[in-house]
């Protein structure tokens, strides 16, 4: 038996998503900038897929632009609302500590092109203060820049909230909303959003694709030039198989969202009061303030490395910290973001359950992770030197 949770890597792809591909890597294989049916057919199954995706989110078809996922989503909306801003003499970007890497990362290197960016730490339940953001507004901001939920701790921004407060001073707002859409109501004209990304294979679509919401009015630079796919931002024969896929997902995962949210909210709770009886354990993150999926633990004295390969062993695909950081031996910026130590951070466990898991799934991981925790530190120098007293103790 395996049990796979770990589904804010990626997730398995849907029927719908995978029938709804199909003729478009068989029959309708068309560039859909020819002229002839073939082409048109594929032209006109991306334009569905267009407002299929506006749909889901309260935007208009015009206002989205298909890409090759999350992470180039996140590059061109920071880049095109940095850009123009720059144009009116304004460098300053506000964002958090706990964002994904492909934001991060792109401001980073913003830094060195000129820009200042102020990275707003976040509260010990991993969620960031709205006011503090509300007060580093000034007229030198061009881009605020906050993720809708947190993939490592699964935590809920107050979008809506700091969104309001940018409309109201004309700030271009993005969010990473990658482990949000699809998974959680989004609604970009209630939430105040002026670009959003979002992952096809985050919500049961394919890998390599993905949209970037951008609001009419605000303007995009390109990434890629070329020719003129996509009005023109975005060149590149497009992912026709993949994009018409990922709007079947996102469509199916969207009328689905009140049900599995019950069904999940239900299961993470069990799965967090089972595995809060472990001693010297901690819950990371926000408890009711959370996606309906998610729980991270640290458990002190042990290696989450560790710990993965044992549950493996187990059949049970987990994760520690987030995919794009396993192999380093950083601990999670994150879990050092919302006030872990170093050696507390290195061990814990990240679980995001799918729509399809069961209590008797639950109660089996509960019970693995016990086994696996206590078995981890029968032999952990560390834990030997906590129980012995010359440590102490942090969780
Ligand atoms: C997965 C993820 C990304 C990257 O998306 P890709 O489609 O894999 O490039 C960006 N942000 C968050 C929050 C994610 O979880």
């Given at each position: 038996m395996r049990i796979y949770a770990d589904n804010a890597a990626t997730t398995k792809m849907s029927k719908a998503a995978i029938e709804a591909m199909m003729p478009y890597i068989t029959?309708?294989?068309?560039?859909?900038?020819?002229?002839y049916s073939e082409g048109q057919r594929a032209k006109e199954a991306i334009e569905n897929a267009r407002e299929t995706v506006g749909r889901c989110i309260g935007?208009?078809?015009?206002e989205i632009y298909f890409t090759s996922g999350g992470s180039e989503a996140d590059n061109q909306a920071l880049r095109s609302a940095v850009y123009e801003g720059k144009i009116k003499g304004k460098t300053k970007i506000i964002t958090d500590t706990i964002e994904h890497h492909a934001v991060l990362h792109t401001l980073k290197k913003l830094e060195k092109e000129g820009f200042e960016v102020v990275y707003l730490p976040v509260g010990k339940n991993g969620i960031v203060n709205a006011d503090d953001v509300i007060n580093e507004?000034?007229?030198?901001?061009c881009l605020v820049t906050v993720m809708?939920?947190?993939?490592?701790?699964?935590t809920v921004q107050p979008i809506r909230k700091i969104g309001e407060a940018c409309r109201r001073r004309n700030i271009v707002f993005h969010t990473d909303a990658v482990q949000a859409v699809g998974h959680i109501p989004v609604n970009v004209t209630a939430d105040n959003v002026d670009m959003l990304s979002a992952s096809a294979h985050k919500f049961h679509g394919p890998k390599g694709v993905g949209f970037l919401y951008v609001r009419k009015g605000v303007r995009l630079h390109n990434l890629i030039e070329g020719g003129a796919q996509e009005r023109g931002k975005r060149a590149g024969t497009e992912n026709v198989p993949g994009i018409v896929s990922a709007a079947a997902a996102l469509e199916e995962a969207v009328s689905d969202i009140d049900k599995n949210t019950e069904k999940l909210t239900h299961l993470r709770d069990r799965l967090i009061k089972g595995l809060s009886e472990i001693p010297h354990s901690a819950l990371n993150g926000d408890l009711k303030e959370r996606l309906p999926s998610n729980v991270n633990f640290c458990f002190e004295g042990i290696e989450g490395e560790s710990l993965l390969l044992l549950l493996d062993d187990k059949g049970i695909s987990a994760s520690s910290g987030s995919a794009c950081t396993?192999?380093?031996?950083?601990?999670?910026h994150v879990l050092l973001a919302i006030g872990r130590p170093h050696d507390v951070a290195h061990g814990s466990l990240r679980l995001t359950l799918g729509e399809n898991a069961t209590e008797e799934e639950v109660d089996y991981i509960v019970s693995a992770v016990k086994e696996v925790v206590s078995y981890l530190r029968g032999f952990s120098p560390v834990w030997r030197d906590l129980c012995a007293g010359k440590s102490k103790f942090l969780l």
């Open positions: 029959d309708i294989f068309g560039n859909p900038s020819s002229l935007a208009s078809p015009k507004l000034d007229d030198k901001t809708y939920a947190n993939n490592e701790i699964g396993s192999g380093s031996l950083d601990p999670s």
